[in-house]
């Protein structure tokens, strides 16, 4: 006999949690499946944002740029102490306990809003007259356990792509899994992709002490970015002492137990062989439907591995629903949460909505970088009349008291209707900044209305309105 829901949910990262806990609240009987367990083998949700990904990454970032700050910067605030020491395995267990509290509350949720959690692996078992059928095998092993539902919502997220060649072993050559768990500084770190995890990573362990090259691919740096924001990033990561090479061709890698040594041609064609004690590989992730089933209700995935989904996160299968990373779309975490949401209001019969041209993005290096719409090439390449606006943090006072004032806001708007197309962020705080333009351009707000409207003194904030007043050329500061 199966148990019977209105909902299976498989996978429990930040778009199925959340999924299940909107459907529970939507008065739909909801089943949430997941496979991930921590170290004592006890059920860890959160998925890769909440065990490998997001929460750790930003616990060590802050921690790393304690360090950084308590060497570099303290002195110039009056600061000054004796001697500063680390000690790394304290500040890898304060992040894993801030990842067991994450993997609790979602635990405390799922209680509070009666979700029915299963630990195991979800596969689908075949479709059924009235929904389908999901067996889950026990991560603690044991008979499956058989489910049924007239819906199903697949949110598997996603795991790193592998360099062929040079499979992860998380101890030389490591993923972001890896990367967040190295017990002792390396004194010499590679890591391969100059993208959001090359700089993150890349930034923690440059603080902890690591001599750090990135051997990235493109010929162009941060290629999504806004271009005069990417320059700006490019120069301080530079002069902090990341050594990042660009149009790089990766060859062979030789790992022993000592040290990793990876081969390269630079972009003028010269060979190169890079010897590190840890190389990190980020390229990129792949979607993860390996031992879901899919082949039991006919579905398949596209070439790049993904549950192919139209815009509302429907399958090609009737009330089978996919989303998050599995599926197409940028591979964040509050794009999932997003999707998570309208699908159970979707569901019911709602109108859940995203909007996909205001996801803002973050790379919380520091400083850090926050976008959202489009950027400036982006605008000349569409042929689209634009007015830009830049305001530098190095005007701004609480940028000065804070003692950061790298970077920039830029606002770029519609140049007849003054809509804002996109707002870009360099600088003290910019994944705080742009919910600001987030908001804005959800409302379809003008730069004059940033521009008019009453910002705190002294903030980071005044920044963006300054911004907006140099749409204008009105800029009352600069
Ligand atoms: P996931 O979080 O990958 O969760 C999927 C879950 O499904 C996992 O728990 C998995 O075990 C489970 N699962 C898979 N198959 C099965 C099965 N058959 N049965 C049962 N369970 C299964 N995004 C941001 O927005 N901000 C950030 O700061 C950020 N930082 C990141 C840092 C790193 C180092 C990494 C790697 C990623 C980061 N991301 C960030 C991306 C973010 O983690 C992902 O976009 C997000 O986790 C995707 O959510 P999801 O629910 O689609 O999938
Ligand atoms: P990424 O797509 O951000 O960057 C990968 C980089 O590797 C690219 O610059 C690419 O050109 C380069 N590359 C690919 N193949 C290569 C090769 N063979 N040799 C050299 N360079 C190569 O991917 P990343 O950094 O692995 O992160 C994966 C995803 O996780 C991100 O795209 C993002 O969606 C998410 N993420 C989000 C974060 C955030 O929101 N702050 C933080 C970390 C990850």
Redesign the pocket.
């Known amino acids: 006999m199966s148990q019977q829901f209105d909902v299976i949910v498989?996978?429990?990262?930040?778009?199925?949690?959340i999924a299940a806990i909107r459907s529970a609240q939507l008065g739909l009987k909801t089943a949430c499946?997941?496979?991930?367990s921590n170290d004592q083998g006890a059920p860890?949700?959160?998925?890769?944002?909440?065990?490998?990904?997001?929460i750790?990454?930003?616990a060590l970032l802050q921690s790393s740029e304690h360090f950084d700050h308590a060497q570099h910067q303290f002195a110039d605030h009056g600061i000054e102490f004796k001697a500063l020491s680390l000690d790394l395995a304290k500040m890898i267990t304060r992040k894993d306990q801030v990842v067991k509290q994450n993997n609790e509350g979602i635990l405390y949720l799922f209680k509070k809003n009666k979700v029915s959690f299963f630990h195991?692996?979800?596969?689908f078992a075949g479709a059924l007259d009235q929904g389908y059928a999901v067996n889950?095998s026990p991560v603690k092993g044991g008979e499956p356990t058989q489910l049924s539902a007239k819906h199903v919502i697949i949110?598997?997220?996603?795991?790193?792509r592998e360099l062929p060649g040079a499979p992860f072993d998380e101890k030389m050559i490591l993923s972001?899994d890896g990367?967040?768990n190295i017990s002792k500084v390396p004194k010499k770190l590679a890591l391969i992709g100059s993208g959001?995890?090359g700089l993150?990573?890349g930034s923690v362990w440059r603080r902890l002490g690591s001599e750090v090259t990135i051997l990235e691919g493109l010929p162009t740096f941060l290629g999504a970015v806004d271009e005069q924001i990417a320059r700006e990033a490019h120069k301080a990561f530079t002069k902090q002492g990341l050594k990042i090479e660009l149009g790089v061709k990766v060859g062979e890698i030789k790992a022993n137990a000592k040290e990793v040594s990876v081969a390269y041609t630079d972009a003028k064609g010269q060979a190169h062989q890079l010897v590190a004690d840890k190389l990190i590989v980020?390229i990129g992730?792949v979607p993860?439907?390996?031992?879901?089933g899919l082949d039991t209700i006919g579905l398949s995935v596209d070439e790049k591995g993904a549950i192919p989904v139209d815009d509302l996160c429907r399958t090609a299968k009737p009330n089978v629903w996919a989303?998050?990373?599995?599926v197409r779309g940028?591979?964040?975490?509050?794009?999932?949460e997003e999707e998570?949401v309208a699908v159970a209001e979707r569901i019911v019969g709602q109108h859940g909505h995203v909007n996909f041209n205001t996801i803002p993005w973050?790379i919380?290096t520091s400083p850090e970088i926050a976008w959202v719409g489009q950027t400036e090439q982006q605008l000349k390449a569409s042929g689209h009349a634009y007015r830009a606006g830049t305001f530098p943090f190095l005007a701004n006072g609480r940028a000065r008291a804070l003692g950061d004032t790298t970077g920039m806001v830029k606002v770029l708007a519609d140049e007849k209707t003054d809509e804002i197309l996109g707002v870009h962020i360099i600088g003290p705080m910019a994944s705080e900044l742009i919910s600001e333009a987030v908001v804005a351009m959800e409302f379809k707000a003008s730069s004059e209305d940033i521009a008019r409207i009453c910002h705190a003194h002294p903030s980071l904030s005044e920044a963006t309105k300054e911004a907006a007043l140099a749409v204008d050329k009105r800029a009352l500061n600069f």
């Open positions: 498989i996978g429990a990262g930040p778009g199925g949690y499946i997941d496979a991930w860890a949700p959160g998925g890769t944002c909440t065990n490998v990904g997001c750790p990454s930003k195991g692996t979800g596969a889950v949110a598997t997220g996603s795991k790193a972001n990367a967040l959001v995890i993150e990573m980020s992730r993860q439907t390996a031992g879901l989303l998050g990373d599995v940028p591979m964040l975490a509050h794009k999932a998570g973050v919380y």
